[in-house]
């Protein structure tokens, strides 16, 4: 029993030393490299600018009223369509008491000055009857007569503007209906039913009744790095991606490059602006956040691979070429330089030293993911 015992012991130990020097052989011999095989591919090399920015409409009106008062009506909010013309709000006036004694006391005496004149009127008119003045007499006091008519109707209206803004004949013209002055849509209602408005003068800029725009006719305006400015033009096309409209890019086209640097927390910036074309089935709000492509080269039908094949020496640039089957144990490459052209930062254009049929290395494959 014991006997046996020693040689199953001994068994045990031989089977473990034979196991972990099996296992440090697997540990010490090199680990096998394999790689990708990349086709070489003739597509289209952009090369594109990018800049950050928001999508607003080109002209936004603020629309104010010419006459100081209170809101009484709003008949309107925000995000209605609105015609040129139509009503907004209206304004209701408060008259300043002064004003409002002088219109008063400026009626009383027109009141009076009517009475004597129609009087004297009367008078002359039954002497020209009668032959005792002549037609000149007359025809003065006719006058005399229109112009007291004429100043007491001033008078009233100028009590009824001095009240409510407007005299009542003249009520399609009132200025305490505020009306949009565009076709358009209500960006923005910013007052309420009692507020008091103030009309612009060379002191103030009036109160905001309501934010008025086309929404049709957009604009994108971004900024972008000192680096890349000199390389934009009027005229490139440009492609939008807004953030908040998922699957959907915008055409644009750059008409701005101001002249002039901004600094934004260090970063030297410069303004651009592109016009948007807006499909009749989208609608885009205003200020909304977006990134634009603009494109300042392009190349169509050109030799490309991926920019990660590449192998850079000092200014020469080089790409191992597969000289072995893909799957062979090992693989073999050549080495071999080409001659690089335009990249989009992903992929770029060899302008020699490769055709479309030649295989190259790609990335190292991880055994780890392989498995």
Known sequence: MKKFLKIFLGILLAAILAGTFWFLWRKTRPAKTVYTVVMPKI???????????????????????????????????AGEMIRQGEV???VKVIPEMGSLNSAESRVSVAEISLAQTRREHRRTETLYEKGVVSKEEY?????????????????????EITKNGIASRYKE???????STIDGMILDVPVKVGNSVIQANTFNDGTTIATVAD?????????????DVGKLRRGMPVRLTVGAMQDVALDAE???????????????MFEVKAAVRIPSDVFVRSGYSANADIEILNREGVLTVPESCLEFEGDKTYVYVLTSDEHADP??????EVKTGLSDGVDIEIAEGLDAETAIRGAKVDPKASK
């Open 43 to 77: 597509d289209t090399i952009k090369q594109s600018v990018v800049a950050t920015g928001k999508v607003e409409p080109r002209d936004e009106v603020l629309i104010k009223p010419q006459i100081s008062g209170i809101i009484s009506e709003l008949h309107k909010e």
């Open 88 to 90: 907004i709000a209206t």
């Open 139 to 159: 025809e003065q006091s006719l006058t005399a007569l229109e112009k007291a008519e004429e100043e007491l109707q001033n008078a009233r209206d100028n009590l």
């Open 173 to 179: 013209l009132s200025n305490t209906q505020i009306r």
């Open 215 to 227: 929404m049709s006719k957009m604009l994108f305006r971004g900024n972008v790095d000192e680096t």
């Open 254 to 268: 750059l008409e701005y490059v101001s002249p002039k640097a901004t600094e934004e927390n260090g970063v030297i």
């Open 331 to 336: 693989q073999t490459f050549d080495k071999r």
